[in-house]
Structure formats: C-alpha cells, structure tokens
C-alpha cells in the first residue's frame, strides 16, 4: 500500500507499508492491504506503519485529521 502522510507544513512520510494503525475518533483501527475504501477522523496520537521491507514499528505523533482509503492508496492529512 502507498502511504502519505501531509501536514500543512510539510509532507511527514511518503513510501509502500504493509500495516497502518491510526488513532481514529472512536478507538485505534488498523490497515492492511485490500481494505476497503473509508475515510475517517483521526485524534490526537500516534500513527504507527510498518514498511514493506521492514519489520521495525515507526510512529508519527499527530493532533488529529482525517484518513481517506481507497485502492491501496493512504492519504493522511494530519495535524502535527
């Protein structure tokens, strides 16, 4: 899966994961690949994806924003 992960200042992350967890509104929810397209609010926490090559958890801390899936493409627009 494609990730990108943009602030209003700058661009976070851009690369291929396997896995995604996102502090979502009502919990932290997981991503994988072939996951149906949504789009969900995000609180503040920490965004942590695993990339392709990898088996290293990498984290993001964010104040908030909204996730948008859809075929295999992750865009967050992220409060930083």
């Given at each position: 899966?494609?990730?990108?992960?943009i602030?209003?200042?700058?661009?976070?992350?851009?690369?291929k994961?396997?896995?995604?967890q996102?502090?979502?509104?009502?919990g932290?929810?997981?991503?994988?690949?072939?996951?149906a397209?949504?789009?969900?609010?995000?609180?503040?926490?920490?965004?942590?994806?695993i990339?392709?090559?990898?088996?290293?958890?990498?984290?993001?801390?964010i104040?908030g924003g909204?996730v948008e899936?859809?075929n295999?493409?992750?865009?967050?627009?992220?409060?930083?």
């Amino acid at each position: 899966m494609k990730l990108d992960i943009i602030s209003p200042d700058k661009k976070l992350y851009t690369g291929k994961v396997r896995l995604v967890q996102f502090p979502g509104a009502d919990g932290y929810f997981e991503i994988l690949k072939d996951h149906a397209p949504m789009i969900s609010l995000l609180k503040e926490g920490n965004i942590k994806y695993i990339e392709l090559d990898s088996t290293e958890e990498k984290l993001i801390e964010i104040s908030g924003g909204v996730v948008e899936l859809n075929n295999n493409e992750i865009t967050v627009l992220a409060e930083e």
